[in-house]
């Protein structure tokens, strides 16, 4: 009988040797956030687009490397005309995923900032809106770095560091997509 009973009730022991997928927290889809993001848009343009020689060159010139082959993006547009870009990324915080959405003005600004999804333990504190909104306005010029114009969050230092990579990362790619022309 000890022995079911063990089966049955697990020690905290146990429970505390969960994986940390286990506090996965979901707050929004792709879709709230590009309407969020762009509410004013009346349709949303996926669009699927590879990495070229050309532009894997230009990205490398910028110090950045592609995490996809290729890039999909949401173009926001209101009566046709282009308001500005979504793409929906993920990184590694610290072990686990971490699903965000970046929203980018038809001129190059960033937008917006929304963590979609959060699976890590600690350093869920990049969801608060005073560290998202350190992004706002930042372009593909903009240093984009942790402790130079984004600032670090303690507890939450990886998760920081990479989503701060991560929005850089597609920055820099839209921009040399919407300066080639590719996204109209």
């Not at 022991?13 to 993001?37: F, H, N, R, S």
């Not at 509410?39 to 996926?46: I, S, V, Y």
């Not at 547009?77 to 793409?87: D, K, S």
């Amino acid at each position: 009988m000890p022995a079911m009973r063990m089966a049955l009730y697990p020690s905290a022991a146990l429970i505390a040797l969960a994986p940390a997928g286990a506090l996965a927290v979901d707050y929004m889809t792709a879709e709230q956030a590009q309407k969020l993001m762009f509410p004013q848009a009346d349709a949303f343009e996926p669009r699927d687009l590879p990495v070229d020689a050309a532009l894997a060159q230009q990205l490398a010139a910028a110090g950045v490397k592609p995490a996809a082959p290729r890039l999909q993006v949401r173009l926001a547009r209101q009566g046709g005309a282009v308001l500005g870009f979504v793409v929906v990324d993920e990184v590694i915080g610290k072990f686990e995923r971490i699903t965000y959405a970046v929203g980018v003005e038809a001129d190059g600004r960033v937008r917006q900032v929304e963590v979609l999804s959060y699976r890590e333990s600690h350093g869920h504190e990049i969801r608060l809106p005073a560290w998202r909104r350190q992004f706002v306005g930042k372009t593909a010029a903009s240093p984009l770095q942790v402790g130079e114009d984004i600032a670090n969050i303690s507890g939450a230092t990886l998760s920081c560091t990479h989503v701060t990579e991560g929005v850089r990362r597609n920055v820099v790619w839209l921009d040399l997509l919407r300066r080639s022309g590719r996204l109209s």
